[in-house]
C-alpha cells in the first residue's frame, strides 16, 4: 500500500539551535525584535510594559547586577538607596520636589483661618461676601473643642452636651436658612460660620474656668458673648446669602443656638 498512498514527512524536529520566541523571532529584547503574531514590535510592549529588562526601562539589571529604579521610583527612594540621604529623612514630611505641603492637602489654611477670626473678633468691620468661599472646618474643631476643655478645667465635663448641641443646632440652622435664602447654602459652610463665631464663647469659657461665672456678673458676660456670636454669624450669613432685609429673622435661632452654649457654661449638668 505504499505506493499507492506515499508517505511525507512533514515533521521536522525541533532544532535545539532555534531557541523559542514568543515575542520575536530574535532572543535579544529590542527595538528590532518583531513578532509576527503581534502588528507591534518588542518596543512597543517595553514602552507598555515599562521596559522590563532594558537598560533604558523602568526596572533593568544593570552591569552591577542590581536594579535600577526610575519614575516616581527614583524619586521616592533614589536619595536613601543611593545613600545620600539619612535614616530619620524616611520617617519626615518633607515629600518630593514641589509636592504641596500637608497642612495645603489637608485644606487646612492658617492664614485665611486667622482672617475669619479677625472678621469674628472684629464685628464692627464690614463682612466681605466671598469669606466662606474657602469654608473648613479646622478651626471650627479647635474652636469647639478648646470651649470643651475650658469648662472640663472649670469642672463641667460636658462634652457630648456640647457636640450634641452643635450638631442639631447646625442641622436646623441649615434648615431653616435654605428655606428662607433664594441661594443655597451646604451644611458644611453653616458647620463653619457657626464654628468661628464660638470664639467669643471661648473667652468665656476661659473666664469660666478662672473665676467662675455663675454670679450676676457671670451672667452679664454671657449675655454679651451671646450678642457677639449672635451679630457675627447672622453678618456673615446676610452677607453670604444677600439677605440684608432679614437680618433678624436670621439672628434670632442664632441666638439660641448660643444661647444653648452660655447656659452649659454658666450651669453645669446634673446626671
Not at 535614616?87 to 500637608?102: H, I
Not at 469674628?120 to 468661599?133: E, G, H, Q, R
Not at 464663647?201 to 454671657?222: A, E
Request: glycine content about 14%; aromatic content about 12%.
Amino acid at each position: 500500500m505504499s505506493h499507492l498512498f506515499p508517505q511525507q514527512n512533514s515533521y521536522t524536529p525541533y532544532a535545539p539551535s532555534e531557541p523559542l520566541a514568543f515575542f520575536g523571532g530574535s532572543t535579544t529584547p529590542g527595538p528590532s525584535a518583531s513578532s509576527p503574531y503581534y502588528g507591534g514590535s518588542r518596543s512597543s510592549l517595553e514602552g507598555n510594559m515599562g521596559g522590563v529588562g532594558s537598560s533604558s526601562g523602568g526596572l533593568g539589571v544593570g552591569n552591577a547586577g542590581g536594579y535600577v529604579a526610575s519614575g516616581n521610583m527614583n524619586m521616592a527612594g533614589g536619595r536613601l538607596l543611593s545613600g545620600e540621604g539619612r535614616w530619620w529623612e524616611a520617617f519626615g514630611t518633607g515629600g518630593f520636589d514641589g509636592e504641596p505641603s500637608l497642612m495645603e492637602e489637608l485644606g487646612i489654611n492658617p492664614s485665611h483661618i486667622l482672617q475669619k477670626s479677625l472678621t469674628v473678633l472684629n464685628p464692627i468691620a464690614k463682612v466681605n461676601a466671598n469669606i466662606m468661599d474657602d469654608a473648613d472646618l479646622a478651626g471650627p474643631f479647635v474652636f469647639c473643642f478648646a470651649f470643651a476643655l475650658s469648662l472640663l478645667l472649670s469642672g463641667k465635663p460636658q462634652f457630648s452636651y456640647i457636640y450634641g448641641v452643635g450638631l442639631l443646632g447646625t442641622t436646623a440652622i441649615y434648615l431653616l436658612l435654605n428655606l428662607m435664602a433664594e441661594t443655597a447654602i451646604d451644611a458644611y459652610r453653616t458647620a463653619s460660620v457657626l464654628g468661628y463665631c464660638l470664639l467669643p464663647m471661648v473667652g468665656l469659657g476661659g473666664i469660666g474656668m478662672g473665676v467662675g461665672i455663675d454670679h450676676p456678673l457671670g451672667y452679664l458676660l454671657s449675655s454679651l458673648s451671646i450678642l457677639w456670636c449672635t451679630y457675627s454669624a447672622s453678618a456673615i450669613f446676610v452677607a453670604v446669602l444677600r439677605m440684608d432685609r432679614q437680618r433678624l429673622l436670621v439672628a434670632y435661632p442664632v441666638g439660641l443656638f448660643y444661647g444653648c452654649f452660655a447656659l452649659l457654661s454658666i450651669f453645669n449638668v446634673n446626671k
